[in-house]
T-cell receptor
Framework: KAGVTQTPRYLIKTRGQQVTLSCSPI?????VSWYQQTPGQGLQFLFE???????NKGNFPGRFSGRQFSNSRSEMNVSTLELGDSALYLC?????????????FGPGTRLLVL | DQKVKQNSPSLSVQEGRISILNCDYT??????FLWYKKYPAEGPTFLIS?????DKNEDGRFTVFLNKSAKHLSLHIVPSQPGDSAVYFC????????????FGTGTRLTVIP
């Protein structure tokens, strides 16, 4: 099976712009979670989608949003970018929405905000 | 509020010796813990997990120990191999909660040949 894919892999934006990141889960996986990784904070949970519904959201401002399509592909959007949004954004997929199901991570999208 | 802490940002170990990576958590509701390994330019990959009903779980060279009273877990790698050099993240969560892992900041393990 193909792994989790994320596009683009690298992105440079300027403050105030918005960005959309894409995640294609492993075939058959219906749960997609998004995480932000920064050097000082490690991986922080952004949100999880299952069957096109947001099930849970982390402690991030409303500028961070996401959605999931009927084929389980997911996108996350960050509006009004700030310098502090520079990070590696990882998505992870699992068959069902349970922490006991192994989450498979993609390689991430590295976002740099100038 | 960092619910899961990995206080050692880095660790160097000789090949063949034991690597011990430590992790502390503050949320007493956590009942499931995981370790992930991350190589550069790749996403984290699942390594091993442990439920709070156990105090030890073993998988080949990897063993995770859980001390609930101390809110502490550790990952032992024996023997350590150069290919184990990576960043290791521990994570805690609540099984009946949402599909949300709380990760530590990671420990970079370097195994010296």
């Amino acid at each position: 099976k193909a792994g989790v894919t994320q596009t683009p892999r690298y992105l440079i934006k300027t403050r105030g712009q918005q960005v959309t990141l894409s995640c294609s889960p492993i075939s058959g996986h219906r749960s997609v979670s998004w995480y932000q990784q920064t050097p000082g904070q490690g991986l922080q949970f952004l949100f999880e989608y299952f069957s096109e519904t947001q099930r849970n959201k982390g402690n991030f401002p409303g500028r961070f949003s996401g959605r999931q399509f009927s084929n389980s592909r997911s996108e996350m959007n960050v509006s009004t970018l700030e310098l502090g949004d520079s990070a590696l954004y990882l998505c992870a997929s699992s068959p069902r929405t349970s922490v006991q199901e192994t989450q498979y991570f993609g390689p991430g999208t590295r976002l740099l905000v100038l | 509020d960092q619910k899961v802490k990995q206080n050692s940002p880095s660790l160097s170990v000789q090949e063949g010796r034991i690597s011990i990576l430590n992790c502390d958590y503050t949320n007493s509701m956590f009942d499931y813990f995981l370790w992930y390994k991350k190589y550069p330019a790749e996403g984290p990959t699942f390594l091993i997990s442990i439920s709070s009903i156990k105090d030890k779980n073993e998988d080949g060279r990897f063993t995770v120990f859980l001390n609930k009273s101390a809110k502490h877990l550790s990952l032992h790698i024996v023997p350590s191999q150069p290919g184990d050099s990576a960043v290791y993240f521990c994570a805690g969560t609540v099984v009946t909660g949402a599909n949300n892992l709380f990760f530590g900041t990671g420990t970079r393990l370097t195994v010296i040949p």
